[in-house]
């Protein structure tokens, strides 16, 4: 290997385009979409799709809203031209979709490229062939005018084929395949000489197809490539201009999104960006970035787990857990400051409201998506998301003093287990460190009370077990049923703070009272809670449950 590798490759040259208009432009509708998982997607798998699958895909291609579908290269093998043909034979392309075929510039190729797609209402024919220096030189050895001589030959044929079935309205996509690494006025010579061939104008519709087949500059450098183009390619008007963006440098979307600033008006591209090497663009991400913008897709991906699903059936490749949008992991917080912030963006949030919850650049429930995985706990997350999840999943509305307590003792457990801790785990530690103590901890095991009048307004008999069953009562009145339990025990106690919920259906239909106790002797405070449906016990409870923390705590008094 050389001592730096880095030498073997050459810089991408920019482009002379002083006067570029795309940077300060901004999106506001989508392009026109074409679906390539048939075609360019189906020929990047170790297995390419059987006809089952095949079909499966398109219906969904269908259902998501794809108006324009590459379906196949039915030269390439009998099962492709057969799908087509089942396609168009069964009346399974609805009316509004329009399918494309792809093919090779050779004569024979072209003719049964056609004859696949015979008797359909409407069908755009693609052809290709590579432009760059490496493909002119190296694969076809061909000289410029041999090679535009073969595409104007190539395309006059197909002009005569199609002439001969008129039933059809046909539609002519040229590619000049490696664009981005070809010299512009070569492109420019090459698409313009397709498009005369073609005779493109109001009756001949035509699409000028514009791909990074392999990426090999900076996003902007193919907006400019597109840019130049549109502003210098012939009979514009007629001409639909189209990109289709690889991703070998991981910048397809980027490349797409930069083009249609630049003149590009349709995008070819693949679902979740299957496709050669590295994929092709993401026509999800690309659909939903537009809609994190306020422009409406066009696309349906109202369900994107299901989509997700078949395309991964349809491919056998998997997506991964932080693809933008639809991974796993894309919609989850474990560290503490996002936990934080996404839990209080959630409680401003009001539904219909401009989305502003931070951290989400997008409200899952508009992709189908749930609450349920956004905040998970490991020994990076702090009191925001552990809060979080009690609210969430059982009621409890911790005061901030208490979720500083609570989250140290989740913090350990987590530092501890090296794993992240699930919601029920979360939970059992929440019952264990407030609920068992007035269930479990001998002389404040809670059997039973009884409330009467006080000249002090609340009296209350307590009756409490040791462990071994033996019953203990007490009797004492304060101001209100937490007072007068704290009174009936007897101890130094005093209460800091209490607040009290009445039953919701989170929390099991139980109220929920929350107190903040201090011991003389002891340093600090310690919460206690009680959950109960009678309100009044729920109180007992939690000053039973924070008088016994209390009484077990070993902080001496500082
Ligand atoms: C960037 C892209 O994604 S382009 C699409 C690529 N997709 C595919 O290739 C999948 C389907 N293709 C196939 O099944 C086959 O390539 C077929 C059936 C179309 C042709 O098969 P073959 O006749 O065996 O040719 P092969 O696959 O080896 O292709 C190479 C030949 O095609 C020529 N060729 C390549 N592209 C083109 C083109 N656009 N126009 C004309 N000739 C071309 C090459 O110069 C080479 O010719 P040579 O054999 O005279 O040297
Ligand atoms: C055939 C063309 C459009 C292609 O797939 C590519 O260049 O990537
Ligand atoms: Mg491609």
């Given at each position: ?35 390539t998982d048939?075609r360019d997607g189906n020929q990047a798998l170790f297995?390419p ?81 590579a432009?760059a220096?490496a493909w ?41 395949e490696t664009?981005s690494m ?29 791909p990074t087949t392999v990426e090999v500059a ?26 289709h963006p690889h991703n070998d440098r991981g910048t397809g979307v980027?490349c797409a ?11 070819e591209g693949c679902?979740f960006g299957n496709g050669e090497r590295s994929g092709n663009v993401d ?32 491919t056998?490749l998997?997506?991964h ?238």
């Amino acid at each position: 290997m050389l001592a730096n590798p880095g030498t073997r490759y050459r810089p991408f040259r920019a482009i002379d385009l002083a006067d570029r208009q795309w940077p300060s432009r901004t999106l506001t509708q989508p392009p026109i979409w074409l679906s390539t998982d048939l075609r360019d997607g189906n020929q990047a798998l170790f297995e390419p799709m059987n006809r089952e699958r095949k079909l499966r895909l398109f219906q969904e291609l269908v259902r998501i809203g794809f108006k324009e579908i590459e379906i196949g290269f039915p030269s390439a093998s009998t099962t492709d031209f057969e799908i087509v043909r089942h396609l168009i034979d069964d009346g399974l392309i609805p009316d509004d979709v329009t399918p494309m075929v792809i093919t090779q510039l050779r004569e024979d190729l072209i003719e049964t490229t056609v004859r696949s797609v015979q008797g359909a209402r409407r069908a755009i024919v693609h052809l290709y062939n590579a432009i760059a220096p490496a493909w002119r030189e190296i694969v076809f050895g061909m000289s410029l005018p041999q090679i535009v001589e073969m595409v104007e030959q190539r395309i006059g044929f197909l002009k005569m084929l199609t002439a001969q079935q008129p039933q059809t309205e046909w539609v002519l996509q040229y590619s000049p395949e490696t664009f981005s690494m070809a010299e512009l006025d070569v492109s420019l010579a090459v698409c313009n000489a397709a498009i005369k061939a073609w005779d493109a104008g109001p009756k001949r519709p035509m699409i000028i197809n514009l791909p990074t087949t392999v990426e090999v500059a900076t996003a902007n450098v193919f907006a400019d490539q597109v840019e130049w183009m549109h502003r210098r390619l012939d009979r514009r008007e007629h001409i639909v201009l189209s990109v289709h963006p690889h991703n070998d440098r991981g910048t397809g979307v980027a490349c797409a999104e930069l083009a249609m600033m630049a003149g590009a008006q349709r995008v070819e591209g693949c679902l979740f960006g299957n496709g050669e090497r590295s994929g092709n663009v993401d026509v999800v991400t690309l659909a939903l970035n537009l809609y994190t913008q306020g422009v409406s897709p066009g696309l349906d991906f109202s369900d994107i787990t299901a989509v997700a699903r078949i395309a991964e059936e349809s491919t056998a490749l998997p997506i991964h857990p932080r693809h933008p949008y639809v991974g796993d992991l894309v919609f989850t917080a474990f560290s503490g400051s996002h936990q934080d912030a996404i839990a209080k963006g959630f409680a401003a949030q009001k539904d219909d409201a401009i989305w502003r919850v931070p951290y989400l650049p997008i409200d899952p429930k508009d992709l189908g998506r749930t609450y349920d995985s956004i905040v998970r706990v490991n020994s990076q997350s702090g009191k925001g998301g552990i809060s979080y999840l009690l609210q969430r999943d059982h009621g409890i509305v911790m005061p901030r003093r208490m979720q500083v307590e609570f989250s140290a003792i989740v913090q350990a457990l987590a530092d501890a287990s090296e794993t992240e801790l699930s919601s029920a785990q979360i939970w059992a530690l929440f019952e264990q460190t407030y609920l068992e103590p007035s269930r479990q901890r001998p002389g404040f095991i809670y059997r039973a009370h009884q409330c009467f009048d006080a000249p002090e307004g609340q009296g209350i008999e307590l009756q409490l077990a040791d462990t071994d069953g033996v019953l203990k009562t007490y009797r004492a009145a304060g101001n209100d049923p937490t007072a007068a339990t704290v009174a009936a025990l007897g101890m130094p106690l005093r209460i800091d703070s209490c607040e009290a919920r009445g039953p919701s259906a989170e929390a099991g239909n139980a109220a929920l009272a929350i107190v903040e106790m201090a011991r003389s002797g002891i340093a600090g405070s310690r919460f206690g809670v009680g959950l109960h449906p009678d309100a009044t016990t729920a109180s007992v409870l939690a000053v039973l449950s924070a008088a016994a923390r209390l009484a077990t705590a070993d902080a001496p008094a500082g």
